[in-house]
């Protein structure tokens, strides 16, 4: 059974950092690329970003608004993928969740539970 | 890159079909067959419900079904459950190697 599990959320300060993370079980890791998605409180979903495997070299696309504060990265032997942001805004308050992606197939075919990261002072 | 537009809200009655459109532009939903759609229940993560347009992932109900034309793809559901009441939401791969999502759409079973 396929299970991605989101952790590492919490309340932090604007300008902060923060990193999460997603472990994944019941499939082979590398074999797929992986995405962040996330969802302020009450509003719809916006697409934070991907890397894809090892295969398609394990490079990362992102969102404009998110671009140079987050970094996607990820490690094939331990199965998680990581969500580093920094200098976080008020507006990048959200449940986050990391999705199995196909590679060069673009949609998100298994969710995480999500984690909810609330940036305030 | 703007989110796809879709309608706020969209209502049925058990039994009924209903149909929510999602457009965008030649740089992302008119340009590629990657399109998806995805459910969501009050308090859930996202389930996908169609890839490429129109395929039905393993488990999804026949009852689901997506098209495609020129800048606009539609996520039809036909015989109405009280189930389906939920958010459903388009997404497309786009001419900037990135994704978009639509805006969201409020299904009301009546």
């Known amino acids: 059974e396929v299970q991605l599990v989101e952790s590492g959320g919490g309340l932090v300060q604007p300008g902060r950092s923060l990193r999460l993370s997603c472990t994944a079980s019941g499939f082979t890791f590398g074999d797929y690329a992986m995405s962040w998605v996330r969802q302020a409180p009450g509003k719809g979903l916006e697409w934070v970003g991907f890397?894809?495997?090892?295969?398609?070299?394990?490079?990362?696309e992102y969102a404009a608004s998110v671009k140079g504060r987050f970094t996607i990265s990820r490690d094939d032997s331990k199965s998680i993928a990581y969500l580093q942001m920094n200098s976080l805004k008020t507006e990048d308050t959200a449940v986050y969740y990391c999705t199995r992606d196909q590679d060069e197939r673009y949609y998100f075919d298994y969710w995480g539970q999500g984690t909810l990261v609330t940036v305030s002072s | 890159q703007s989110a796809l537009t879709q309608p706020a809200s969209v209502s049925g009655s058990p039994g009924q079909s209903i149909t929510i459109s999602c457009t965008g532009t030649?740089?992302?939903?008119?340009?590629?067959?990657?399109v998806s759609w995805y459910q969501q229940h009050p308090g859930k993560a996202p389930k996908l419900m169609i890839y490429?347009?129109?395929n039905r992932p393993s488990g999804v109900s026949n009852r689901f079904s997506g098209s495609k034309s020129g800048n606009t793809a539609s996520l039809t559901i036909s015989g109405l459950q009280a189930e389906d009441e939920a958010d459903y939401y388009c997404?497309?791969?786009?001419?900037?190697?990135?994704?978009?999502f639509g805006g969201g759409t409020k299904l009301t079973v009546l």
């Open positions: 030649s740089s992302d939903v008119g340009g590629y067959n990657y």
């Open positions: 997404s497309s791969y786009t001419s900037s190697s990135t994704q978009v």
């Open positions: 490429d347009v129109s």
């Open positions: 890397i894809r495997s090892k295969a398609y070299g394990g490079t990362t």
